[in-house]
């Protein structure tokens, strides 16, 4: 039995609807057992119906792997998504995290506006704790198609939410959420099943 947390930060729902996408993935796999969790949000005016309960910090040590989901905010990860992380000093000190697996998935705005850099400045943080990063592979070839404007990178799925946030992740968009979640749960079984 392998553990996996799905930890998220959505202000407008579509980084909630692609941690719902990740989960389903990640349930595919025999032995994997998934929680859906949220970061704690102070900002007034976001998405209030979100299901996904709130996580506390201490809980991370609970799991094998831990996907991350955030929205960008200026080419980085949310300050709700790193206030939750500046809380985890006391696992690091303790060494807590060290050989989990870790993954992170994102949002933007616009096509070029930070999906990449969001994903890949996540990355140092899970590096000083240790864990091992996992992204998305080529064979999730979804990523490679011209076919449609659409988010995902060999960094992790992503999807274009809009000026306005008026567009919701696409089909293939939740589709690469799903196949990054089975994709992780896959390699945290193999690690710790
Ligand atoms: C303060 C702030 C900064 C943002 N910076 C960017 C940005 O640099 N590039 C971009 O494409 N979108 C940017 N956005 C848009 C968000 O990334 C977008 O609202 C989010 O991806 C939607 O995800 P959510 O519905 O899960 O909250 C920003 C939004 C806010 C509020």
Do not use: C
Request: glycine share 14%; aromatic share 8%.
């Amino acid at each position: 039995m392998a553990k996996i947390l799905v930890l998220y930060h959505s202000f407008y729902g579509h980084i909630e609807a692609m941690a719902e996408a990740v989960a389903k993935g990640a349930r595919e796999v025999p032995g994997a057992q998934v929680d859906l969790k949220r970061v704690p949000d102070p900002v007034p005016g976001g998405k209030a119906d979100q299901a996904a309960p709130i996580a506390k910090p201490e809980e991370l040590v609970n799991y094998d792997a831990i996907i991350f989901g955030t929205p960008t905010r200026f080419g980085n990860m949310t300050g709700q998504m790193r206030n939750f992380l500046d809380q985890t000093g006391g696992l690091w000190a303790q060494g807590k995290l060290i050989g989990k697996v870790g993954s992170v998935f994102t949002s933007s705005a616009t096509q070029h506006g930070g999906q990449e850099s969001t994903i890949l400045t996540f990355h140092p943080t899970l590096l000083h704790h240790g864990m091992v990063v996992v992204g998305l592979p080529y064979s999730e070839a979804r990523q490679m198609g011209l076919d449609e404007i659409k988010g995902g990178s060999p960094y992790g799925a992503s999807t274009i939410a809009g000026g306005s946030g008026e567009r919701m992740p696409s089909e293939q968009e939740l589709g690469m959420a799903a196949f990054q979640g089975k994709h992780v749960a896959q390699i945290a079984t193999k690690l710790f099943g």
